[in-house]
């Protein structure tokens, strides 16, 4: 098990002798040079800064902290233009982040994730605002502004945060407000495709002994599809009030509001797949590309002129078109409190939140159109309790309670298949965590942390699948010219009485194996109405923990060494045969190493890294084990992956001026087994995985499917080398100066659909960045010229084939350019 780790292990090691040992006398004379400052005053920080974290929910030094973390500071955030979660990943190589419709945004840590978009299955990657962890992929957006840092922990956290998650968590902090200052900052960009953002916050003192600050943000741009989808209207504001009656006493309460309108992006059309045969049949899928550009969108008139040409046997004519309207219209609330008391014993926390999220939101992609109406809420409490025991041990207890209540109902209309879906779900969640750290010696510490978590989860729902045939769906192939598509209709009653008006019927029965006298029909058109009841309840339990090593050889160099499991509820599906999954797994094994060097002037990070991944969770279109299946957005365990692999992190300022920093991730990360089944309807899957035919048993019998193998492949989202490279440079300009920036981020080629087809894998790029700022010396004033993606490459991100036989895909922003001015008072 542990080869894998001792082999990346020792790279480390030879590395970290050959770039640190020859330092560490040298360090170890600088830390015990005398200080130079005058007396009374403090040292000045030579070199790089340090940066505050609290990932241990405690505050420490980044580079103390002997876990993998990625701290992204609010210069990085404006840089890269980081409006939503998903603009992350353009910053912190580990982490691949994809927004999906509404509000939904997908994360993925080291190929560990999954894609959930829905409201009945959890996220894998733990996403805290305020210390609050948010439930829903949906509610992540409208909070990246007036921030004091971006946290993006790599492996699994099964201790302290949030709740459990296996691939990592991402903290977003606000700045908070400060006793006795009058302060404030606004910034203003503009840029191509309309695009305005604004920011500002202020922060003012009430009295000696309470202070509050406001803030709020505004994101308005158009579309970067033809068709109009992918604009972007968002405005949030966030408010403060902190409070310090004394010393050991303080209270802060924050409020936030954030609406989202503008529409999801509805994709491109990439190609075509058709079957071919040949004079013994069946002789494989031909891809066809579309040639389409990556911009031109689904609703776009030569988009809808292929479209409308494809011929759907199911439906058994052409005519399809995508005339949606995609809209968002979100609203995204909360209100959170935070107490601190300390005592000589220890220091307690306490911190209860609610937030609220109301959804309203349609959008097209592989659909002609999908719609959902969701209401949200959530309430937590936290409360820990921090101490000593003498001057070696370091302790945290606590304890956490989480219960989120939803109710929604949606529809997907795909042509030929139209599911209405009216559900509630709710989950209940507690957990007691502690976490001990022992000082051995004045360099050697040890940690034991440990989580016991009990998950309820509940659903209750409907789901009525409406699927149109032109009379026998098996050949020889029936025709259909006049048979409606399925229509744009809100409810399932004006759904059929679309079709009863024409005479067409809709029946639980599919009409052609009953005979005639019954009302069966080898020809005739029929509306297929299949309904999937989910009346279920799951519970968890599981107990995760972590023990970790870490050795100082100096105050700015140690090793550290840890082993932590991760643990990741099941939930549930609209899905016949598959209604639910069972719970995830992850053991992580890692060894990693935290440098600073030459007068502090380099810091140099190494972490080697193994996760073994058991009962791993994957969420996907696909199809059900109804008789016959449907086409559902479902989740299912799919087996166990290895994931191995280095991360290096190295930053040098070789003047005051000049800052140039490198981020290299190797990853090696591979299905150890991998295994799902689709229906068996005559033709193959159309997949680059092994398969065969076989027989499953479900509540409406037995069924015929394929099983699909695709064991021994790359884990999705899991490029192979991921690297950032940025440089900074200052040049005075007498009460001035300039400020010269530019970077670039390479990621090697990809998968993310469960098919491993060689036309969607994502194509290894550079994507690169540049921008020049003119500022005063103190910083209070500042403009800048910035262009990011300059080589407009739109990395690939995956596909979905629709119900013509055109896949469906999306693509990364193209470039883009612009100015931003702002303030600091």
Same mark, same amino acid.
């Given at each position: 098990?542990?080869?894998?780790?001792?082999?990346?292990?020792?790279?480390?090691?030879?590395?970290?002798?050959?770039?640190?040992?020859?330092?560490?006398?040298?360090?170890?004379?600088?830390?015990?040079?005398?200080?130079?400052?005058?007396?009374?005053?403090?040292?000045?920080?030579?070199?790089?800064?340090?940066?505050?974290?609290?990932?241990?929910?405690?505050?420490?030094?980044?580079?103390?902290?002997?876990?993998?973390?990625?701290?992204?500071?609010?210069?990085?955030?404006?840089?890269?233009?980081?409006?939503?979660?998903?603009?992350?990943?353009?910053?912190?190589? $580990?982490?691949? /982040?994809? #927004?999906?419709?509404?509000?939904?945004?997908? =994360?993925?840590?080291? +190929?560990? *994730? &999954?894609?959930?978009?829905?409201?009945?299955?959890?996220?894998?990657?733990?996403?805290?605002?305020?210390?609050?962890?948010?439930?829903?992929?949906?509610?992540?957006?409208?909070?990246?502004?007036?921030?004091?840092?971006?946290?993006?922990?790599?492996?699994?956290?099964?201790?302290?945060?949030?709740?459990?998650?296996?691939?990592?968590?991402?903290?977003?902090?606000?700045?908070?407000?400060?006793?006795?200052?009058?302060?404030?900052?606004?910034?203003?960009?503009?840029?191509?495709?309309?695009?305005?953002?604004?920011?500002?916050?202020?922060?003012?003192?009430?009295?000696?002994?309470? $202070?509050?600050? /406001?803030? #709020?943000?505004?994101?308005?741009?158009?579309? =970067?599809?033809?068709? +109009?989808? *992918? &604009?972007?209207?968002?405005?949030?504001?966030?408010?403060?009030?902190?409070?310090?009656?004394?010393?050991?006493?303080?209270?802060?309460?924050?409020?936030?509001?954030?609406?989202?309108?503008?529409?999801?992006?509805?994709?491109?059309?990439?190609?075509?797949?058709?079957?071919?045969?040949?004079?013994?049949?069946?002789?494989?899928?031909?891809?066809?590309?579309?040639?389409?550009?990556?911009?031109?969108?689904?609703?776009?008139?030569?988009?809808?002129?292929?479209?409308?040409?494809?011929?759907?046997?199911?439906?058994?004519?052409?005519?399809?078109?995508?005339?949606?309207?995609?809209?968002?219209?979100?609203?995204?609330?909360?209100?959170?409190?935070?107490?601190?008391?300390?005592?000589?014993?220890?220091?307690?926390?306490?911190?209860?939140?609610?937030?609220?999220?109301?959804?309203?939101?349609?959008?097209?992609?592989?659909?002609?159109?999908?719609?959902?109406?969701?209401?949200?809420?959530?309430?937590?409490?936290?409360?820990?309790?921090?101490?000593?025991?003498?001057?070696?041990?370091?302790?945290?207890?606590?304890?956490?309670?989480?219960?989120?209540?939803?109710?929604?109902?949606?529809?997907?209309?795909?042509?030929?298949?139209?599911?209405?879906?009216?559900?509630?779900?709710?989950?209940?969640?507690?957990?007691?965590?502690?976490?001990?750290?022992?000082?051995?010696?004045?360099?050697?510490?040890?940690?034991?942390?440990?989580?016991?978590?009990?998950?309820?989860?509940?659903?209750?729902?409907?789901?009525?699948?409406?699927?149109?045939?032109?009379?026998?769906?098996?050949?020889?192939?029936?025709?259909?010219?006049?048979?409606?598509?399925?229509?744009?209709?809100?409810?399932?009653?004006?759904?059929?009485?679309?079709?009863?008006?024409?005479?067409?019927?809709?029946?639980?029965?599919?009409?052609?194996?009953?005979?005639?006298?019954?009302?069966?029909?080898?020809?005739?058109?029929?509306?297929?109405?299949?309904?999937?009841?989910?009346?279920?309840?799951?519970?968890?339990?599981?107990?995760?923990?972590?023990?970790?090593?870490?050795?100082?050889?100096?105050?700015?160099?140690?090793?550290?060494?840890?082993?932590?499991?991760?643990?990741?509820?099941?939930?549930?599906?609209?899905?016949?045969?598959?209604?639910?999954?069972?719970?995830?797994?992850?053991?992580?094994?890692?060894?990693?190493?935290?440098?600073?060097?030459?007068?502090?002037?380099?810091?140099?990070?190494?972490?080697?890294?193994?996760?073994?991944?058991?009962?791993?969770?994957?969420?996907?279109?696909?199809?059900?084990?109804?008789?016959?299946?449907?086409?559902?957005?479902?989740?299912?365990?799919?087996?166990?992956?290895?994931?191995?692999?280095?991360?290096?992190?190295?930053?040098?300022?070789?003047?005051?001026?000049?800052?140039?920093?490198?981020?290299?991730?190797?990853?090696?990360?591979?299905?150890?087994?991998?295994?799902?089944?689709?229906?068996?309807?005559?033709?193959?899957?159309?997949?680059?995985?092994?398969?065969?035919?076989?027989?499953?048993?479900?509540?409406?019998?037995?069924?015929?499917?394929?099983?699909?193998?695709?064991?021994?492949?790359?884990?999705?989202?899991?490029?192979?080398?991921?690297?950032?490279?940025?440089?900074?440079?200052?040049?005075?300009?007498?009460?001035?100066?300039?400020?010269?920036?530019?970077?670039?981020?390479?990621?090697?080629?990809?998968?993310?659909?469960?098919?491993?087809?060689?036309?969607?894998?994502?194509?290894?790029?550079?994507?690169?960045?540049?921008?020049?700022?003119?500022?005063?010396?103190?910083?209070?004033?500042?403009?800048?010229?910035?262009?990011?993606?300059?080589?407009?490459?739109?990395?690939?991100?995956?596909?979905?084939?629709?119900?013509?036989?055109?896949?469906?895909?999306?693509?990364?922003?193209?470039?883009?350019?612009?100015?931003?001015?702002?303030?600091?008072?």
């Amino acid at each position: 098990m542990v080869n894998g780790l001792l082999g990346h292990a020792s790279w480390t090691a030879l590395a970290l002798v050959a770039l640190a040992s020859p330092s560490l006398a040298q360090a170890q004379e600088e830390e015990n040079a005398p200080d130079t400052a005058e007396e009374g005053q403090p040292p000045q920080q030579k070199g790089l800064g340090d940066i505050i974290v609290t990932a241990q929910r405690v505050e420490q030094l980044s580079q103390r902290a002997p876990l993998p973390i990625d701290v992204i500071q609010p210069e990085e955030l404006a840089q890269q233009n980081v409006l939503r979660a998903e603009d992350l990943s353009r910053i912190t190589p $580990a982490l691949a /982040a994809t #927004g999906g419709a509404g509000g939904t945004t997908v =994360f993925f840590v080291r +190929g560990v *994730g &999954n894609t959930t978009v829905n409201a009945y299955s959890d996220p894998a990657i733990s996403f805290n605002y305020d210390g609050v962890y948010i439930g829903r992929p949906s509610s992540t957006s409208g909070v990246f502004y007036d921030l004091e840092r971006v946290e993006v922990l790599k492996g699994p956290q099964g201790t302290l945060y949030g709740r459990n998650a296996t691939a990592g968590a991402i903290n977003v902090i606000p700045t908070r407000p400060k006793l006795g200052e009058v302060s404030g900052r606004f910034m203003f960009g503009y840029g191509n495709y309309d695009w305005l953002t604004g920011e500002a916050a202020v922060n003012l003192p009430i009295g000696e002994k309470v $202070a509050m600050r /406001a803030s #709020g943000s505004v994101a308005r741009r158009d579309a =970067f599809l033809t068709d +109009g989808t *992918g &604009n972007q209207r968002e405005h949030a504001g966030r408010f403060q009030i902190y409070a310090e009656p004394n010393p050991d006493l303080t209270l802060r309460i924050g409020a936030d509001y954030a609406h989202q309108g503008g529409a999801s992006a509805s994709g491109f059309y990439l190609g075509a797949v058709d079957p071919t045969f040949g004079p013994t049949g069946f002789a494989g899928y031909n891809f066809t590309p579309t040639g389409f550009p990556r911009t031109q969108g689904l609703i776009d008139p030569a988009s809808n002129a292929l479209l409308s040409q494809r011929f759907i046997g199911q439906l058994g004519r052409t005519g399809a078109v995508v005339d949606s309207s995609p809209f968002n219209d979100n609203d995204y609330w909360g209100i959170t409190g935070e107490l601190t008391y300390s005592t000589d014993l220890g220091t307690l926390t306490v911190q209860p939140a609610y937030r609220e999220a109301s959804l309203e939101y349609a959008f097209a992609g592989a659909f002609r159109r999908g719609y959902t109406k969701e209401e949200d809420s959530q309430t937590s409490l936290e409360i820990r309790w921090a101490g000593m025991l003498g001057d070696s041990i370091d302790y945290q207890i606590g304890g956490m309670y989480f219960d989120e209540d939803i109710s929604a109902n949606a529809h997907y209309n795909q042509q030929s298949l139209v599911p209405y879906q009216e559900f509630s779900t709710g989950t209940e969640s507690w957990a007691g965590f502690s976490m001990v750290t022992f000082h051995v010696t004045g360099q050697l510490s040890l940690t034991a942390a440990g989580r016991y978590t009990s998950d309820k989860k509940s659903f209750d729902g409907t789901s009525n699948v409406y699927i149109l045939f032109c009379g026998n769906p098996a050949p020889p192939q029936d025709f259909c010219p006049d048979l409606p598509f399925a229509p744009l209709l809100d409810t399932e009653e004006a759904f059929q009485d679309f079709y009863t008006s024409r005479g067409i019927p809709v029946t639980p029965v599919p009409l052609f194996v009953l005979p005639p006298q019954a009302g069966g029909s080898q020809t005739a058109p029929f509306v297929l109405r299949s309904p999937i009841v989910i009346d279920s309840a799951l519970k968890n339990d599981k107990f995760t923990y972590r023990l970790a090593a870490q050795y100082e050889f100096t105050p700015r160099n140690m090793v550290y060494a840890s082993f932590e499991t991760g643990y990741h509820a099941g939930g549930f599906s609209f899905a016949r045969g598959v209604e639910t999954y069972e719970p995830e797994t992850i053991r992580a094994y890692t060894l990693g190493s935290k440098n600073r060097l030459f007068e502090n002037r380099v810091q140099l990070n190494v972490e080697a890294f193994l996760w073994k991944y058991r009962n791993q969770q994957f969420s996907q279109f696909g199809y059900d084990l109804g008789n016959p299946p449907s086409t559902v957005f479902l989740t299912r365990n799919i087996g166990n992956s290895t994931i191995k692999g280095v991360d290096i992190d190295l930053e040098v300022m070789p003047t005051e001026t000049t800052q140039l920093s490198a981020n290299v991730q190797y990853l090696d990360a591979r299905y150890d087994s991998f295994v799902y089944y689709a229906p068996n309807q005559g033709l193959p899957p159309n997949t680059a995985c092994s398969y065969s035919p076989t027989t499953q048993t479900t509540p409406g019998g037995t069924i015929n499917v394929f099983a699909i193998d695709c064991s021994g492949n790359r884990s999705f989202n899991s490029p192979k080398w991921s690297l950032n490279l940025n440089a900074r440079q200052e040049i005075p300009l007498g009460t001035h100066k300039a400020v010269l920036q530019g970077g670039t981020r390479y990621r090697s080629s990809s998968y993310s659909t469960a098919d491993y087809l060689p036309y969607l894998k994502s194509r290894g790029n550079f994507v690169s960045y540049a921008s020049i700022t003119l500022t005063d010396a103190d910083e209070s004033k500042f403009v800048t010229l910035y262009v990011n993606n300059i080589e407009d490459n739109q990395r690939l991100l995956g596909g979905t084939t629709n119900p013509a036989g055109l896949i469906v895909s999306n693509a990364e922003q193209p470039r883009t350019y612009g100015v931003r001015i702002g303030s600091n008072f």
